[in-house]
């Protein structure tokens, strides 16, 4: 069987750890030669260090891409450095202890999240999008959430804010260059077993308050987002745009909370 993204190259945001990390092997494991990019210059290439030993191709580059000129170096390590650029999945986040409602979050909280999650995908599609269309055309994946479809039973009100931004901005993206040969589509996860989730729900009773309103009673794991990454990615979902795919444990199925 062909691997699924054989002679691409993908650029994988926030690539040091959780979604991003196993996306970033399960990309190279289908044939994909993959810049892992990481605010963490060391687990970006304790990434790459995980494809190499395994038989893939990447590059680790060091960036925080809420910066235009590092978004950009990210984009150029792809061309200059594996030939091209056929998938970007942008998967960088943040979502900080104290994004809390709207009249208790602070303004940097606000700026710094919406810098990261909304800015960080619109500067590296900037950057990205010129080295798509010199490659061909090619698929984008940006992480949106479930809270972009539905109100937060928590409040967070900038990640939320941020994510339906990345959603909106999708479909954007997906109208302005269908006839270009570029897909753009937005992974809609629900709450997902990451390092950065287990930091904020350490607390037993804040967790418990989100794994009540998931129907399955469970967090989600990293490869199962990373698959459904891998899906939009892959000429599997060809005729696939401006969507938004949920990949939530039926958490925007449900009207009430299950018992």
Known sequence: ?????AGKVAVITGAGSGIGRVAATLFASE????VAADVVAQAARDTVEQIVDAGGRAVAVAADISDESQAADVMTAATQQL?????????????????GGVLDTPPSTWDHVMNVNLKGVWLCCRAGIPAMVDSGGGSIVNVASFVALVGAATAQVAYTASKGGVLAFTRELAVEYARKGIRANALCPGPIQTPLLEE????????NRRLVHIPMGRLGRPEEVARAALFLASDESSFMTGSALVVDGGITAAYVTPE
């Open 83 to 99: 030939g091209g650029l056929h998938v970007l999945f942008n998967n960088a986040g943040i979502f900080p202890g104290d994004d």
């Open 200 to 207: 904020l729900l350490a607390d037993p009773d804040r967790r």
């Open 31 to 34: 044939g994909a030669a993959v």
């Open 1 to 5: 069987m062909t691997a699924r993204l």
